[in-house]
């Protein structure tokens, strides 16, 4: 575990509040997301998610 991620940033369109972005890093290993970031501008969610995974 913890040896190979993989990272993902996905497009959503919502009624509400336009384009989201989701950010995900998964452990190919174990295939658990161990990091995600929401965020409603294209920028720092990339690390936000990033950080998220290396607390784990």
């Not at 913890?2 to 972005?21: L, P, R, S």
């Not at 929401?38 to 920028?43: A, E, I, L, P, R």
Request: aromatic share 14%; proline share 0%; glycine share 10%.
């Amino acid at each position: 575990m913890n040896q190979k991620w993989c990272a993902d940033i996905t497009y959503i369109e919502t009624q509400a509040d336009g384009w989201i972005y989701l950010s995900t890093i998964m452990d190919l290993h174990s295939k658990m997301i161990i990091g995600y970031s929401f965020s409603k501008t294209d920028g720092g969610y990339r690390f936000s998610a990033a950080h998220l995974g290396l607390g784990n």
